[in-house]
């Protein structure tokens, strides 16, 4: 029996030691909130960071589309691209977020409705599905809608209107991307794997689509609105135009033949260049910062999408030169090793490796690239034969390697990666979403995938070519001839981009150059052949 004192020794120890206890509980606590505090500043900061990435994309969109087009048309286009940026954050402030993630009773999973204006939007907001705090998550995923409003404008160079370009554009950022961000993206879509049935929200079926950061969801939109933009304006005057030709039959235009197609050619293969590098590096911040978040395990996926992505790009340039150089063997073309060709493989391979960069393994990443540049070379190949004009190849690498980039992950993904990438949020009765490739479960994943990019390309297709075909019938589409041929930077009084009277005065003194890059397109045209001439009189 222990003494008095022994007693009071031991009592005393015990609630020294729980007080000590309670304190270290305390520390823990507090730890832990700061802990927190600093996660959720690291990934708003991981937001913002890949939020400037992508909208630096707009750079390179502007260097790809001012280099293709031909000269007269360089300032409009550069206006168009500067202005789908100023549309863009103004209309997805508006009505974009709200449509593509709001949440109110008015939300259904074909379109979302709440937080319009960005009201009711709460700073706290760590929801993953709405992209992190809702500021940074606006601004990221206001940088992805500015990209798909870009890639129509380059499909639709040098015969569109200016009026019918604020008109389509408008529709897109407002209306039709936003429904396919809901559908792929919310917790409420119909297709969404983020949409696991604890809101009275429509499912089709179990499983959701896997679109990481954009194949279908970004890429897909913009490229099947610029097919269907393609369609209705037909081709540009002397380009890829015959006798009740597809693009004629649906415009109602005829347009007189043999002018030469190297005078469509771009005009600046270092603009090209350039903004492909940008784009690219863009693309770090498109897909890797994708993830959301930085903090745990979401940067090591973030490094394994730097890893899928370069492999991606790079095998789909390579892709498309082996298969250009195969069509060139059969006489399908004439130059074995294009530039043009290589740079917009590397696009191409980066649209199809969007969709799965997080679930697929690097040698899966080189397949997807390679098929994805072959994919490019063979749709561009596609839309000449049927005479569809689209100056910047927008819907063969947005349009075709966006379907072919949601696809193979039905093919490729596994569902390790899966899990790695989506946690516990893609489970579904025991099992994770994967595709043919993952040998444990079999493929459950494909069929989703090619619903979706089907509905995707219907939805987006049909939208746009309602709203252009409208304009078409308003006259209001298509500039006149006499403003193509003069050239949209002084049809639309926008000034000429570049002094051409003077470089060509500086370059050749000996000939005078009597007209400016703001004349006709044939005074230009003249222009080219006396410069061809005195090169190569020299």
């Given at each position: 029996?222990?003494?008095?004192?022994?007693?009071?020794?031991?009592?005393?120890?015990?609630?020294?030691?729980?007080?000590?206890?309670?304190?270290?509980?305390?520390?823990?606590?507090?730890?832990?909130?700061?802990?927190?505090?600093?996660?959720?500043?690291?990934?708003?900061?991981?937001?913002?960071?890949?939020?400037?990435?992508?909208?630096?994309?707009?750079?390179?969109?502007?260097?790809?589309?001012?280099?293709?087009?031909?000269?007269?048309?360089?300032?409009?286009?550069?206006?168009?691209?500067?202005?789908?940026?100023v549309l863009s954050a103004a209309l997805f402030w508006m009505c974009g977020w709200g449509f593509s993630?709001?949440?109110?009773?008015?939300?259904?999973?074909?379109?979302?409705?709440?937080?319009?204006?960005?009201?009711?939007?709460?700073?706290?907001?760590?929801?993953?599905?709405?992209?992190?705090?809702?500021?940074?998550?606006?601004?990221?995923?206001?940088?992805?809608?500015?990209?798909?409003?870009?890639?129509?404008?380059?499909?639709?160079?040098?015969?569109?209107?200016?009026?019918?370009?604020?008109?389509?554009?408008?529709?897109?950022?407002?209306?039709?991307?936003?429904?396919?961000?809901?559908?792929?993206?919310?917790?409420?879509?119909?297709?969404?794997?983020?949409?696991?049935g604890s809101k009275d929200c429509f499912k089709f079926g179990q499983l959701g689509v896997i679109d990481?950061?954009?194949?279908?969801?970004?890429?897909?939109?913009?490229?099947?609105?610029?097919?269907?933009?393609?369609?209705?304006?037909?081709?540009?005057?002397?380009?890829?135009?015959?006798?009740?030709?597809?693009?004629?039959?649906?415009?109602?235009?005829?347009?007189?033949?043999?002018?030469?197609?190297?005078?469509?050619?771009?005009?600046?293969?270092?603009?090209?260049?350039?903004?492909?590098?940008?784009?690219?590096?863009?693309?770090?911040?498109?897909?890797?910062?994708?993830?959301?978040?930085?903090?745990?395990?979401?940067?090591?996926?973030?490094?394994?999408?730097?890893?899928?992505?370069?492999?991606?790009?790079?095998?789909?340039?390579?892709?498309?030169?082996?298969?250009?150089?195969?069509?060139?063997?059969?006489?399908?073309?004439?130059?074995?090793?294009?530039?043009?060709?290589?740079?917009?493989?590397?696009?191409?391979?980066?649209?199809?490796?969007?969709?799965?960069?997080?679930?697929?393994?690097?040698?899966?990443?080189?397949?997807?690239?390679?098929?994805?540049?072959?994919?490019?070379?063979?749709?561009?190949?596609?839309?000449?034969?049927?005479?569809?004009?689209?100056?910047?190849?927008?819907?063969?690498?947005?349009?075709?390697?966006?379907?072919?980039?949601?696809?193979?992950?039905?093919?490729?993904?596994?569902?390790?990666?899966?899990?790695?990438?989506?946690?516990?949020?893609?489970?579904?009765?025991?099992?994770?979403?994967?595709?043919?490739y993952d040998q444990a479960d079999g493929g459950n994943q494909f069929d989703v995938q090619l619903l979706?990019?089907?509905?995707?390309?219907?939805?987006?297709?049909?939208?746009?070519?309602?709203?252009?075909?409208?304009?078409?019938?308003?006259?209001?589409?298509?500039?006149?001839?006499?403003?193509?041929?003069?050239?949209?930077?002084?049809?639309?009084?926008?000034?000429?981009?570049?002094?051409?009277?003077?470089?060509?005065?500086?370059?050749?003194?000996?000939?005078?150059?009597?007209?400016?890059?703001?004349?006709?397109?044939?005074?230009?045209?003249?222009?080219?052949?006396?410069?061809?001439?005195?090169?190569?009189?020299?």
């Amino acid at each position: 029996m222990a003494t008095p004192t022994q007693t009071i020794t031991q009592t005393t120890a015990t609630l020294v030691n729980h007080d000590l206890a309670l304190r270290l509980i305390g520390e823990i606590e507090g730890l832990e909130e700061r802990k927190a505090s600093v996660d959720e500043g690291v990934n708003i900061a991981w937001l913002l960071f890949g939020a400037s990435l992508v909208f630096f994309m707009q750079a390179g969109f502007a260097m790809l589309e001012s280099g293709t087009v031909r000269t007269w048309n360089v300032t409009s286009i550069l206006f168009k691209n500067t202005m789908d940026g100023v549309l863009s954050a103004a209309l997805f402030w508006m009505c974009g977020w709200g449509f593509s993630y709001g949440t109110s009773n008015a939300e259904t999973s074909f379109i979302g409705a709440g937080q319009f204006f960005l009201i009711s939007a709460s700073p706290s907001d760590t929801n993953l599905v709405s992209g992190g705090p809702d500021h940074a998550g606006w601004l990221f995923q206001w940088a992805f809608a500015a990209t798909a409003a870009t890639i129509v404008s380059g499909a639709v160079a040098e015969r569109c209107r200016l009026g019918a370009y604020f008109v389509y554009t408008i529709l897109l950022i407002a209306i039709i991307y936003p429904v396919v961000v809901h559908w792929g993206w919310s917790s409420c879509g119909w297709a969404s794997a983020f949409n696991d049935g604890s809101k009275d929200c429509f499912k089709f079926g179990q499983l959701g689509v896997i679109d990481f950061a954009g194949s279908g969801v970004v890429h897909m939109t913009g490229g099947f609105s610029a097919l269907a933009g393609s369609v209705m304006l037909g081709p540009r005057r002397g380009r890829l135009t015959g006798e009740d030709s597809p693009a004629e039959l649906a415009t109602g235009y005829r347009f007189e033949k043999g002018v030469a197609d190297d005078q469509f050619n771009p005009h600046s293969i270092p603009q090209q260049a350039l903004g492909v590098f940008i784009l690219w590096f863009g693309w770090y911040g498109f897909n890797c910062v994708s993830t959301l978040a930085i903090t745990g395990g979401a940067g090591a996926v973030a490094a394994k999408v730097a890893a899928t992505t370069t492999m991606g790009a790079a095998m789909g340039g390579l892709g498309a030169l082996i298969f250009n150089r195969i069509l060139v063997a059969f006489k399908k073309r004439t130059t074995a090793y294009d530039i043009s060709t290589l740079l917009n493989g590397i696009l191409g391979g980066l649209v199809s490796i969007t969709a799965g960069c997080a679930v697929v393994e690097p040698w899966a990443a080189v397949v997807i690239g390679i098929v994805g540049g072959m994919t490019y070379v063979g749709a561009s190949a596609m839309l000449k034969g049927l005479e569809i004009d689209d100056p910047l190849d927008a819907f063969p690498v947005h349009g075709a390697c966006g379907i072919w980039g949601v696809i193979s992950v039905g093919i490729f993904a596994n569902s390790q990666n899966v899990y790695r990438a989506y946690g516990t949020s893609l489970l579904r009765d025991g099992k994770y979403l994967d595709g043919f490739y993952d040998q444990a479960d079999g493929g459950n994943q494909f069929d989703v995938q090619l619903l979706f990019a089907l509905c995707v390309a219907l939805w987006s297709f049909s939208a746009s070519f309602i709203t252009f075909y409208i304009l078409s019938k308003l006259n209001l589409l298509r500039v006149s001839a006499a403003d193509e041929e003069r050239g949209l930077d002084a049809a639309e009084g926008m000034g000429a981009a570049y002094e051409m009277k003077q470089i060509m005065e500086k370059a050749f003194p000996e000939k005078n150059v009597a007209s400016s890059s703001s004349s006709s397109s044939s005074s230009s045209l003249k222009k080219n052949k006396e410069a061809k001439e005195v090169k190569e009189s020299v």
